[in-house]
């Protein structure tokens, strides 16, 4: 069996609230729509994490959040470290994945655009709540497949 990797950029945000530093900023309505639709096309694919690697921001955490309404409760790994990450910070989370799991790393581009160019060696646009399905055949990651919002209408 095969280690698989979840790379998702956290649904849209809010900018109403200029008081709020950027690590504060809350999701706003289209990103508290997109989701859960994202979760519920990923669990209808059987894509369902094992457990979460997340930044510690408040639209990654509540992205989560509404991907367990879908998914229900998982181990979560909250990392301040996925804040502004570095594409090796990403690289290790991917590389903990054991065989057989499948793992999400919830987090923010530019870093989830550079880690999946990294990785296929293609560019894939990563918008808000978009999510790219990557698995591991013969000791190499592929993209599989990645879900953007509004390719799911």
């Avoid at 959040?65 to 909250?78: I, S």
């Avoid at 646009?125 to 209408?153: F, S, T, V, Y």
Wanted: proline share 5%; with cysteine; glycine share 2%.
């Amino acid at each position: 069996m095969s280690r698989r990797v979840l790379i998702m950029r956290h649904a849209k945000s809010s900018w109403k609230n200029k008081a709020l530093t950027d690590h504060q900023r809350p999701l706003n309505k289209r990103g508290r729509s997109d989701a859960p639709r994202i979760a519920a096309a990923l669990k209808e694919m059987d894509w369902i994490p094992d457990r979460v690697f997340v930044s510690d921001s408040q639209r990654t955490l509540e992205t989560l959040a509404l991907l367990q309404t879908e998914f229900g409760e998982l181990p979560v790994q909250t990392m301040e470290e996925l804040y502004h990450p570095t594409t090796a910070t990403i690289h290790a989370c991917i590389e903990s994945a054991k065989k057989g799991e499948t793992v999400l790393v919830l987090s923010h581009n530019p870093a989830t655009e550079l880690v999946l160019y990294e990785i296929t060696k293609q560019f894939h646009r990563m918008p808000a709540a978009a999510c790219a399905l990557l698995i591991e055949q013969n000791g190499q990651w592929h993209c599989q497949h990645i879900l953007r919002p509004k390719e799911l209408d």
